[in-house]
């Protein structure tokens, strides 16, 4: 019999399952009120618009291009619909500047294997997104907490880097609406962030998924765009940004990009090319069609829908949270970020909240680097509506003031 154990990279001791990916597989239950995946509600897919995009490339002259393989940069199409979406956001681009992945995910284990060597450093925000812990521990890196609030020294960072026998490579943070919390970073904290980046000689990995569902409050510049006006233009710009139709349009087709310099463009298509060769032209086709169509009014829909239940669930918190709860108010995107009273453990909550409350959320530990943030959850709004918002809200409260209760 193999022992396979003894055959596997020692990267492979660093890959760990989803915490989270996990937990969802035991919550798909009709009886259990769900604000833990942090998914877009299906219900507001455009999925006509897909069916007509489909049928029209299917059915006409472009069918055999779009079954066959493509270009490891991805649809021209796609990529100059994407150009001139950066450029509404301050990004002056060309298509030579974008990559399509198979989703932002994808975009991440690319920019981990083309920067990161053992033992270099990655910084990021704390808590942040778990789906980048995992990308990136896989090249065998160490974490470094990113808090521009503290203006800690880029000569600190770069101290700490070296005692792991490394190199900090990169600041990784998602500014807008982030995965978990919901916060946006504020414009003075990015220009803070880029400009220990250039003290640190590193990257920004800019992660901007939930960039388009914004509900209120003014728009922050992409990190991306205030680097471009600092530096004189992308080309020679640190900022790596990684986009995504998964939050807007659809997650299944699985469609992301990468806007960045040139040269780095060039070497990821490489990796690109190593990895699976291309990422689906129809599915490209398609989203370009539908992209073009209507990604303005169908954004602009659903975040009213989004908006309702965002304002549900704060309005839910406040009504019925006991004292000594916090939670973040975000002015987007898809989640709300709860700090329970010092002593709470939400892993050993949540048992009790699906079993008895019937509510399901994240525990927040799996966020932190560290482990750390025991008595902290993740809430997102985006699928369940308003009702069962309020129906939810109040049983998970009424379980916490038991368990703080009882505590005493």
Known sequence: ?????????????????????????????????????????????????????????????????????????????????????????????????????????????????????????????????????????????????????????????????????????????????????????????????????????????????????????????????????KTGGIENSRTLYCGSFSKSLSPGLRLGWICAASEVISRLVLIKQASDLNTPVLNQDAMARVAEREFAAHTARTNRIYRARRDAMLEALEKHMPEGCRWTRPEGGMFIWVELPAGCDAAELLQSSVERAKVAFVPGRAFHPDGSGANTMRLSFSCADERKIEEGVSRLARLIAETVTSKL
């Open 1 to 229: 019999m193999t022992t396979w154990e003894s055959l596997y990279a020692k990267r492979a001791s660093r890959m760990r399952a989803s915490e989270i990916r996990e937990l969802l597989k035991l919550l798909d239950r009709p009886d259990v009120i769900s604000f833990a995946g942090g998914i877009p509600d299906p219900e507001l897919f455009p999925a006509e618009s897909f069916q007509k995009a489909y049928e029209e490339i299917l059915g006409g002259p472009e069918a055999a291009k779009a079954l066959q393989y493509g270009v490891s940069e991805g649809s021209l199409r796609l990529r100059t619909w994407i150009v001139a979406h950066m450029r509404e956001l301050g990004v002056d681009c060309a298509p030579e500047n974008i990559l399509i992945t198979s989703g932002s995910q994808q975009a991440l284990d690319y920019l981990g294997k083309l920067f990161l060597s053992p033992g270099d450093t990655a910084l990021v925000q704390w808590p942040t997104y778990l789906g980048a812990v995992q990308a990136f521990n896989a090249y065998e890196l160490q974490f470094d907490r990113l808090d521009p609030g503290t203006n800690r020294a880029a000569a600190d960072y770069a101290k700490k880097a070296e005692e792991t026998g490394g190199r900090v490579k990169f600041a990784y943070l998602s500014p807008d609406f982030a995965n978990p919390t919901g916060l946006t970073v504020g414009l003075e904290d990015r220009h803070r962030i880029l400009a220990l980046a250039e003290n640190l000689s590193c990257a920004v990995v800019e992660d901007a998924p939930y960039e388009s569902l914004r509900y209120d409050g003014d728009a922050v510049p992409p990190m991306l765009a205030l680097d471009c006006q």
